[in-house]
């Protein structure tokens, strides 16, 4: 199993960056992927998440900010992220489990496989 992410970078508040995560070696539709991050100092937190059924959910602090997406053909998850904060500067990960999002995304512990991870930084 791998998953690895690209779109990270630097970008100024109120501006917008798109992130991928491509996955091989998984039977993609049977998962639940999605984005998690950590800033330094701080927990891991759950971010967005999509079912295999194409069910969303979003951490308070990115909803009406970002959106996940993924397709299918290309076993590929994206995460839209426009009107950056400072705050929402961290690592990213992308993660694959069985769980579904809306228990995923408040429980990183049950996430099966992580990504490297992908630095976001605003400013």
């Known amino acids: 199993v791998q998953l690895v992410e690209s779109g990270g970078g630097s970008v100024q508040a109120g501006g917008s960056l798109r992130l991928s995560c491509s996955a091989s070696?998984?039977?993609?539709?049977?998962?639940?992927m999605g984005w998690f991050r950590q800033a330094p100092g701080k927990e891991r937190e759950g971010v967005a998440v999509i079912d295999s059924d194409g069910v969303t959910s979003y951490a308070e602090s990115v909803k009406g900010r970002f959106t996940i997406s993924k397709d299918n053909a290309k076993n590929t998850v994206y995460l839209q992220m426009n009107s950056l904060k400072p705050e929402d500067t961290a690592m990213y990960y992308c993660?694959?489990?069985?769980?579904?999002?809306?228990?995923?995304?408040?429980?990183?512990?049950?996430?099966?496989?992580w990504g490297q991870g992908t630095q976001v930084t605003v400013s």
């Open positions: 070696g998984v039977l993609y539709s049977y998962y639940c």
């Open positions: 993660a694959v489990s069985r769980r579904r999002g809306w228990w995923l995304i408040q429980h990183p512990e049950d996430v099966s496989y």
